[in-house]
């Protein structure tokens, strides 16, 4: 009975190994379809009238 015991904690350790390889298989996979998107107009920050670091640039003002 001890060695039927011992083969089914063998089955069972190597179907844990397998998922957790195939799970960090998966999110290595959705990584790198998802890291597209640093391009450099999305990296810039812009500093408004009052020192505030903000997301979109300043409004073009034309004195004359």
Do not use: C, H, W
Request: no cysteine; glycine share 4%; proline share 3%.
């Amino acid at each position: 009975m001890a060695k039927s015991q011992a083969t089914f904690m063998k089955k069972q350790l190597e179907k844990n190994r397998q998922k957790k390889k195939e799970d960090k298989m998966m999110r290595k996979q959705e990584r790198q379809e998802n890291a597209g998107g640093s391009d450099l107009a999305s990296m810039m920050a812009y500093v408004n009238e009052f020192g505030e670091i903000v997301s979109t640039p300043p409004e073009r003002r034309i004195t004359e």
